[in-house]
């Protein structure tokens, strides 16, 4: 206990431990434990990862010494007979600790439920937000945000069944199967669409898309929302670049500014711009023309035809 108090202290203070494995290397069969190795490992990996203070709780068992042939020797060696007493009141405590689920502030931040049409006594999570330390582009930190994000999802599971009344019986039936990622790589195209072009309700001639969906950017801003009525217009530029003639890029990474992708990124609209990246596509190939040459406004049967602005 002694040595893993220490190892989360060091690991918990301004100089963050990164070598903590060579400690516990160099105190391995110096303590009794029933803590594996790879376990005690894990814990501190866990603090390291998560960043959140650990209330340790230290309660010792009190006994009688005596000289006994334990069942894993062949001898007597010393042995200690555990009090009763003290058996019962480290269970106790054991079992308050384990009663008094709490959920984190990371966890309860973000929190959406929706009850299902024709499924009575069954309820639609969009929850938990993922922190902002796992990097979406990196393979291997998806992973280990898909294993973070499962570990907040059953903790706030199990807070919701102790806590809120209708949920006594609840469990989980079905887990989304990949991370919904709102934001990854975006190109910087013939157009880069920003902020202002929300709230002056832009309109292009070569718009293959619309919305009117507010700024919606988790932890930065939330903007007014347009009129209604009131939409601004994607323009075709904003899928393609100068310098990749044939690359046409869809949905949320399209060539737009951090704040205003946060109003686009909606499932409706990137479904329209990919229709329109379809129909585009296919008319540069019939036409032999290089997809960042293509004239959306000249385009045929096109998907999307820009609005001008009502007088």
């Known amino acids: 206990m002694l040595v893993i108090q220490a190892v989360i202290k060091k690991a918990a203070s301004p100089e963050i431990l990164s070598g903590y494995t060579s400690i516990l290397d160099a105190a391995e ?12 490992a894990e814990l501190v990996r866990q603090q390291l990862e998560d960043g959140r203070g650990w209330e340790v709780i ?3 068992v009190d006994g009688t010494g005596a000289s006994e042939k334990p069942y894993s020797l062949s001898t007597k060696a010393y042995v200690m007979i555990p009090d009763e007493d003290t058996v019962e009141k480290a269970k106790a405590l054991i079992d308050k ?10 966890e309860a931040e973000y929190m959406q439920a929706y009850t299902i049409i024709g499924k009575d006594g069954t ?9 902002i330390k796992f990097r979406s582009t990196d393979p291997i930190e998806y ?3 898909v294993t973070y994000g499962r570990r907040m999802l059953r903790n706030i599971s199990q807070y919701l069944i102790k806590h809120l009344p209708g949920f006594e019986n609840a469990y989980i039936s079905r887990e989304a199967v990949m991370l919904g990622a709102r934001e990854s790589w975006r190109i910087r195209g013939k157009y880069y669409l920003v902020e202002d072009d929300y709230h002056n309700q832009s309109r292009f001639e070569d718009a293959v898309a619309r919305t009117a969906w507010f700024i919606d950017a988790h932890g930065e801003k ?5 009129p209604r009525g009131g939409f601004y217009e994607i323009p075709y530029r904003s899928l393609v670049s100068d310098r990749i003639e044939n690359l046409i890029v869809t949905g949320r990474c399209i060539s737009a500014s951090f704040i205003l992708q946060a109003s686009m990124r909606i499932q409706l609209t990137c479904m329209s711009i990919g229709e329109a990246a379809g129909i585009a596509a296919a008319y540069s190939i019939k036409n032999n023309i290089a997809a960042n040459e293509v004239q959306w406004a000249r385009v045929p049967n096109r998907s999307y035809v820009s609005e001008p602005r009502k007088a």
Request: hydrophobic fraction near 30%; charged fraction near 30%.
């Open 29 to 40: 069969n110096c303590f009794d434990t029933d803590l594996s190795y790879d376990r005690i």
């Open 58 to 60: 230290t309660y010792s």
């Open 97 to 106: 600790i384990a009663a008094d689920e709490k959920i984190t502030q990371e």
């Open 123 to 131: 309820m639609s999570m969009n929850c938990p937000e993922i922190p």
């Open 143 to 145: 992973s280990r945000a």
């Open 222 to 226: 939330i903007s007014e929302k347009l």
